[in-house]
């Protein structure tokens, strides 16, 4: 374990390949020019790879997920007694085999990207805009939310981004936004009058848009201004609801519901919103995608993911600059980190999180195969598993949340499970395209001196250069 802690000088070349991207693809020929291939990736990004299999990700198919989870509680509440957790079991079986084939997919576009840098942003904003599969609709909807919302938005402006994110059905209903009803709405209105309980405002969605999507915690909004932003979105909800065939069809599958909606004009940040149903959420969440605290939040989380725990000011201060000027265009974020010096220190500035780890291992072996069904299952055994933070902030981004002795033993288990399995016979000219000029005379010898080629390929893998980008 102590040599984990060494540090090794990194070239451009294995910075781009490492820092920037998901790690070197085996058989893959190395960039000549690190900061060109890098910008390259920017054009060339594919939303639709040929990966997804001409899958369609759009609205029909989240409204046909949602409808799915009410017709099976339909039938299971319908069945008798003895036949309710033979369903309920059957559906979960079922939830799982469709959670273990989107992670195999997810894994699958990241093992076989030209764009790695971009696919790395894919997972920086799928993070951001964190959901969890542990609540109830979400794993039918995971798909339709990555990639049909994330992938697409991830190269223009962030305020699409933002609104594709946030008013998903996935997110809605990860945040219970489609339970949110307001309390003076004419659906209110006509349950006090039948004498049913009230449903009530939830906070949830205009909570996390504020701290954690949009201008972060001090970013100067007020515990009125996240009641008023869940006013503006109550009517927010899902299409394949039952209820929702009378509300107005939305983006990706979701929906707006007049009849839930909270009346009246909103002031949130010292702005007015009128009301014109649900026009009125969406011009709030166009002024906050531009606000300076979310130009200096955004810069922040960036900065952090690629030059290190504790951000450089002035490279925040550039990208915070740049998403005021160009009012969040995300490509041009991205072409500040790749021409910032900060970001190009010699010495490793991040630890590997377990999904980059095991991208970067597989695709180093050339076994994308690896991934189909095995993958999940990695991941779970490594402490993160896909698609479930824990929290509507995501995973942490820090160093002390990944280095823990009992996570890194878990690597070492993998990795002598994975080089068992693969059986390479390169192991010395492997580790230096995914090191090219970067290698430890450390490592080096240390993959030198081992017993077979599996067990160099093992302790490549949990060497200082792997664990640390």
């Not at 040599?3 to 893959?28: C, H, V």
Request: proline content about 6%.
């Amino acid at each position: 374990m102590e040599q984990i802690g060494k540090i090794a000088a990194m070239t451009p070349i294995s910075i781009a390949l490492n820092r920037f991207g998901l790690g070197y693809r085996r058989e893959d020929a190395l960039p000549n020019d690190a900061k060109i291939w890098l910008k390259q990736q920017i054009a060339a990004y594919e939303p639709a790879p040929s990966a997804l299999g001409g899958r369609s990700f759009g609205g029909a198919d989240a409204r046909s997920a949602v409808a799915e989870t009410f017709a099976f509680r339909g039938r299971r509440d319908e069945a008798g007694t003895d036949r309710r957790a033979e369903i309920q079991q059957a559906r979960l079986k079922n939830l799982r085999n469709s959670y273990i084939g989107e992670v195999a997919l997810r894994a699958r576009l990241a093992l076989e990207s030209d764009t790695p840098f971009m696919e790395r942003l894919v997972h920086f904003w799928s993070n951001h805009f964190a959901v969890s599969v542990d609540k109830s609709q979400v794993p039918t909807l995971i798909g339709a939310y990555e990639f049909g919302a994330i992938r697409p938005h991830v190269a223009g402006h962030f305020r699409d981004l933002l609104k594709a994110a946030s008013l998903h059905p996935a997110m809605l209903a990860y945040l219970d936004q489609f339970q949110s009803q307001g309390p003076d709405s004419p659906a209110a209105k006509a349950r006090q009058q039948r004498g049913r309980p009230m449903r009530g405002l939830n906070e949830n969605l205009g909570r996390e848009i504020l701290e954690l999507h949009t201008l972060g915690v001090g970013g100067g909004y007020t515990q009125e201004d996240v009641k008023e932003l869940a006013r503006a979105l109550t009517g927010w909800t899902m299409q394949g609801i039952p209820y929702a065939d009378k509300a107005r069809p939305q983006a990706n599958g979701a929906a707006f519901f007049d009849w839930i909606h909270q009346p009246g004009t909103r002031r949130i940040m010292g702005r007015s919103y009128a009301d014109e149903g649900e026009r009125q959420a969406l011009a709030i969440l166009d002024d906050l995608a531009v606000h300076p605290s979310t130009a200096r939040f955004i810069a922040t989380k960036l900065a952090r993911h690629f030059a290190g725990d504790t951000p450089p000011q002035p490279l925040v201060d550039r990208l915070a600059d740049t998403f005021r000027e160009t009012e969040g265009h995300l490509p041009s974020l991205y072409t500040v980190l790749v021409d910032a010096p900060e970001c190009w220190v010699s010495q490793p500035v991040k630890f590997r999180q377990p999904w980059e780890w095991a991208i970067g291992m597989i695709r180093a072996s050339g076994q994308a195969g690896q991934a189909d069904r095995q993958f999940a299952i990695m991941m779970r055994a490594l402490g993160q598993e896909v698609w479930q933070p824990g929290s509507p902030a995501g995973w942490d981004d820090r160093e002390a949340s990944w280095a823990a002795p009992n996570a890194i033993l878990r690597r070492v288990e993998a990795a002598e499970r994975f080089a068992e399995q693969t059986r390479l016979e390169d192991t010395r000219a492997l580790a230096e395209a995914m090191f090219p000029g970067s290698l430890s005379e450390s490592t080096m010898q240390t993959i030198r001196w081992a017993e077979s080629n599996e067990m160099g390929f093992a302790l490549l893998l949990v060497s200082p250069e792997m664990m640390r980008r």
